[in-house]
């Protein structure tokens, strides 16, 4: 299984005008401490950032599971039916 297929980048809204372009400011070890937003200044730091677009990250993480599980299921079947090819007595639908 390709894992690549599965990569999602979201883009995290500014709780006040929902734009997704920020500025950001590093601390002391180039983590994101504090992202202002392009659009309407408001500074907010990156875990009140990731608090407020939890629904949406929240959401993703739902579709790359059901899409994880229905690959993996496929994938199960296929070499299932593979493993029991030409067997009389046992049929994989």
Known sequence: MKDEKY???IGLQCPTCGCTSYE???????????AKCASCGREITKDELLQENSENIQEHISEVGKQVTDDLAKELKASLKKAFK????????
């Open 86 to 93: 030409g067997s009389k007595s046992i049929r994989i639908k």
């Open 7 to 9: 990569n999602r980048s």
């Open 24 to 34: 950001y400011e590093h601390g002391v070890d180039e983590t994101i401490e504090v």
